[in-house]
């Protein structure tokens, strides 16, 4: 019972947290119309036999596990707009990260730290009628030689994807991270965010991160 009180509290604190946060700034950045930095895709992306069955936006849950992945849960949301600020509906996100103890779920990566069975490492969701897209996730944590970060993937049809990644606001490890300084310093902005508590008690933090595409027209892709 306490947990599901919980999560109607996340539920509802998250709508009006959206309500005033999108409202100034999505009209803020829609309106400078300035692309968000690209940025490559990494070794770790997950391939679809890597993936549980239940894959989808809440990365912290898994079916059939009792407990949720370690670290600090965030609810990281945000819209996908058009060079004119238009919302691109239907698109598929995706994001990928490493768990709480620095691990990606991945063959290639044998880190000796455990891997946090509890954690999906990897999810997906399609954008709304206003462009908007939501995830349950954790605070990104350092993985060695990086930056905390969490990779960003978009479909938009019959073109390739676009990739970056999200980094976070006032971290003193972005300014030794060698892909966030290969980014122009003036852009910078477009790919960080703020990781704020929620003022409700007991509810995640939050993260807002929108995503400019200089494309004006097509159709969502799957992957």
């Known amino acids: 019972m306490e947990n599901d009180m919980l999560k109607t509290l996340n539920r509802r604190n998250f709508i009006t947290w959206c309500t005033g946060a999108f409202a100034a700034l999505s009209a803020s950045r829609a309106a400078a119309a300035i692309e968000t930095p690209s940025a490559t895709e990494g070794p770790y992306y997950p391939q679809p036999s890597m993936r549980f069955s239940d894959v989808d936006n809440d990365l912290v849950k898994i079916a059939g596990m009792v407990e949720e992945a370690g670290g600090e849960i965030i609810t990281l949301a945000g819209r996908i707009l058009d060079a004119n600020g238009r919302p691109r509906v239907g698109y598929r996100i995706e994001i990928w990260q490493c768990d709480a103890n620095g691990r990606y779920r991945h063959p290639r990566e044998n880190a000796s730290r455990p891997l946090d069975e509890n954690f999906q490492g990897h999810g997906f969701t ?3 009628a206003e462009g908007l897209y939501r995830f349950r996730t954790i605070r990104p944590v350092p993985y060695p030689g990086r930056t905390p970060h969490i990779h960003v993937a978009v479909f938009p049809a019959d073109e390739n994807p ?4 999200l980094y976070i606001a006032g971290e003193e490890r972005n300014e030794t991270d ?7 310093s003036d852009k910078r902005h477009l790919v960080t965010a703020q990781f704020e508590a929620s003022t409700t008690p007991g509810a995640d933090q939050q993260a807002s991160f929108d995503i400019i595409l200089n494309r004006t027209d097509g159709t969502p892709q799957d992957r």
């Open 126 to 128: 399609i954008t709304n």
């Open 162 to 165: 676009f990739i970056t990644q």
């Open 178 to 184: 060698f892909l966030y300084k290969y980014i122009p």
